[in-house]
C-alpha cells in the first residue's frame, strides 16, 4: 500500500520494535517533520509561515521548526512562553487566537509580539490598548463546511464588519495588515480556499475605498494529513491558493499562511495494545476491539469519526472481519468508529499491538491529564539533530528490586554485563562501567552515560538490590533499562520512583 511506504512510519515503527516502550505512546519522526516543513515552504515560497503550535507543542518540534525559519501561530500565553523558550524570535509569533484575556494580550506585548489577530470590537480595543501599535488582522467568518473538521461559527466577523474593525484599527493607531480566515483543517480540495480569498479581497476593496491600504492576507491553516484518503500534493493547493489570490486581487498581497496538522500528521505514530476482543452476542457479526488508547488518551479527533486514521497490526494480510474500536476508560463516548466501516484481523487477541498511522497531529496534545487514571500520552522523538532533543529534561528512576537469587547479587561481571546492556537497549550512550566488590558480600556497579549515570547496589544477604538511571533529554528510555536489568535479575519489584526534571511534554 503507497501509505506504509512512509519512510517516517518505517522509522518510527522499527524504534518501537527495538525498544519497546510502554504503551501507548507517539514516536515523531523529527526528520519528518522538517521535511513536511520543507516541503511546504518550498510549495508557497512567497508565503511567510506560522506553525500552528496546537497541532503539536513539542519543544523538540517548536526548537526543529525555529532553526527552520518557521513563524508561530499562537493561542495564549503557555504557548509564547514555549516558543520563546524554544529560541523563537517574538516577531516571529502570530498571536491567531481571537479569544483573549486582556492580560493576556499585555503579556504577549511585553514579550515583544507585535503581531495579533482579531474578529471583535472588544478585542481590538484590548490590542490597541495593551500593544499598541501592532499589526493586526480581522478574521473573517468562512465556510468551513467541506472540512472534515469544520469549525462552524465560532471565529471570524462577517465581511462589512471586518470592513468596520479594520477602518477603526487604523484610526486607533494600529496597523491593519488584511484579512485573516482558516477553512477548517483537513480540507482534501484545494480549491477550499477560492471562497475565502474571494472575501477577503472585497474586504481589502472595501477598506481601501475608505482610504486605508491592507498589505497582506493570512490564508489561515487547512492543508491535509495522510489519513484513509491520500491528499493531494501542497503543490496543488499552493496552485490553486496562487490562481485564486491572481484571480481576486488586483496586486498581490503579502501572503501568510499557518499550517498545523500537516508540518506534523505525517511525522507520527503511536503505537497502542489489544486490551480485548469481544463478541456482543454469539451471532454479532462485529467484534468490539478495545485498545489501550481512546477519544480521552489523544484521538480527540475520532469525535463524531471526523479523522479516519490508517491502522496496522502484525497480522495483516491474513482474514479479517468488521470491528467496532473503542477506547479503554469507563465513558461510554470513548468509542472511535462505530460507523466508519474498520475490518481487523480475525487473529487478533489482547496484547497485540495496533499502529495508528499520521498520528502526529493533534493527539498528545489532547490527551487528558488522567481521566480514569489514564497517564497522557507519552512521546517519543527519533531522528533530527542531537541536540534537537532536550539535553536537560530528563528523568531519574528509583527501583528496589526484591527476591533475587544472592549468587546473581554476588556476580560483579554478569550485573556490569547486565546494566550495560539494559542501558544500549533502552538508547543510552555507555561511556565507562566500573564495579566494585565487597567483603563479604555485595556490589556496586556505576555506569557513567553520555546522558548521565546509572548504577546498581547489591544487598545478596537479604535478596535485594537497589538500581538507579538518570538520564538526560529523550533519546533514552530509564523506565525501560530498569524494567530490562529486573528481568535479567528474575526479581519482584518492592518499590520504583520516577522523578522528572524540565519540561516533559510526554
Ligand atoms: C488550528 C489553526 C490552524 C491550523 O490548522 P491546520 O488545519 O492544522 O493546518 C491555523 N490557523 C488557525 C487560526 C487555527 O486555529
Not at 165 to 194: K, M, Y
Not at 464 to 485: H, I, K, M
Request: proline residues 7%; contains cysteine.
Amino acid at each position: 500500500m503507497v501509505e506504509s511506504s512512509l519512510p517516517a512510519m518505517e522509522r518510527c515503527r522499527a524504534f518501537l520494535d527495538e525498544r519497546g516502550p510502554r504503551t501507548p505512546c507517539l514516536v515523531i519522526d523529527l526528520d519528518a517533520v522538517r521535511d513536511a516543513h520543507d516541503r511546504l515552504r518550498d510549495a508557497l515560497p512567497e508565503a511567510r509561515m506560522y506553525y500552528a503550535v496546537k497541532a503539536n507543542p513539542s519543544p523538540e518540534i517548536v526548537r526543529l521548526l525555529v532553526r527552520a525559519g518557521a513563524g508561530f501561530d499562537v493561542a495564549g500565553r503557555a504557548e509564547i512562553e514555549l516558543c520563546l523558550d524554544q529560541g523563537a524570535r517574538p516577531e516571529l509569533l502570530s498571536y491567531g487566537n481571537t479569544v483573549k484575556k486582556a492580560d493576556d494580550v499585555a503579556f504577549a506585548y511585553r514579550a515583544g509580539v507585535r503581531r495579533f489577530t482579531f474578529d471583535s470590537s472588544a478585542d481590538l480595543e484590548n490590542i490597541a490598548e495593551r500593544a499598541p501599535g501592532s499589526t493586526v488582522s480581522c478574521r473573517i467568518l468562512v465556510d468551513s463546511s467541506g472540512s472534515q473538521t469544520p469549525f462552524g461559527q465560532k471565529f471570524g466577523c462577517a465581511p462589512e464588519t471586518a470592513v468596520d474593525l479594520l477602518t477603526r484599527a487604523a484610526a486607533l493607531g494600529l496597523d491593519p495588515e488584511g484579512a485573516a480566515f482558516h477553512v477548517g483543517s483537513q480540507h482534501l480540495d484545494p480549491g477550499a480556499w477560492d471562497a475565502g480569498i474571494a472575501a477577503a479581497a472585497e474586504v481589502t476593496r472595501a477598506v481601501a475605498e475608505r482610504g486605508i491600504t491592507l498589505r497582506g492576507l493570512n490564508i489561515g491553516g487547512g492543508l491535509p494529513g495522510r489519513y484513509d484518503t491520500v491528499p493531494p500534493p501542497p503543490a496543488d493547493y499552493a496552485a490553486a491558493i496562487r490562481a485564486s489570490v491572481a484571480r481576486h486581487f488586483p496586486a498581490p498581497p503579502e501572503l501568510a499562511f499557518e499550517p498545523g496538522r500537516a508540518v506534523v500528521a505525517d511525522a507520527g505514530l503511536i503505537r497502542s495494545e489489544v486490551v480485548l476482543v469481544s463478541r456482543k452476542s454469539a451471532t454479532a457479526a462485529r467484534r468490539w476491539v478495545y485498545l489501550d488508547i481512546g477519544r480521552y488518551g489523544g484521538l480527540a479527533e475520532t469525535e463524531n469519526e471526523a479523522i479516519a486514521y490508517r491502522l496496522e497490526t502484525a497480522h495483516d494480510g491474513t482474514p479479517d472481519g468488521p470491528v467496532v474500536l473503542a477506547g479503554p476508560t469507563c465513558d461510554g463516548d470513548d468509542v472511535l468508529y462505530q460507523r466508519t466501516p474498520y475490518r481487523l484481523p480475525l487473529a487478533l487477541r489482547a496484547g497485540d499491538h495496533v499502529d495508528i498511522l499520521s498520528a502526529g497531529a493533534y493527539t498528545q496534545s489532547y490527551s487528558s491529564v488522567s481521566f480514569n487514571g489514564f497517564p497522557p500520552l507519552a512521546t517519543h522523538f527519533v531522528g533530527g539533530e542531537p541536540d534537537e532533543v532536550g539535553e536537560f529534561t530528563g528523568r531519574h528512576v528509583l527501583a528496589e528490586f526484591s527476591q533475587v537469587r544472592p549468587e546473581l547479587l554476588d556476580d560483579a561481571t554478569f550485573l556490569s554485563e547486565t546494566l550495560e546492556c539494559a542501558l544500549s537497549k533502552a538508547g543510552a550512550t555507555v561511556r565507562e562501567v566500573t564495579s566494585t566488590r565487597f567483603e563479604p558480600q555485595g556490589v556496586t556497579v556505576v555506569a557513567l552515560l553520555s546522558e548521565s549515570h546509572a548504577s546498581i547496589h547489591t544487598y545478596p544477604e537479604r535478596g535485594s538490590a537497589f538500581v538507579d538511571v538518570f538520564t538526560c533529554g529523550r533519546r533514552a528510555d530509564p523506565e525501560l533499562a530498569v524494567q530490562l536489568v529486573r528481568d535479567q535479575l528474575g526479581a519482584n519489584v518492592a518499590r520504583t520512583r520516577t522523578i522528572h526534571r524540565g519540561r516533559e511534554s510526554g
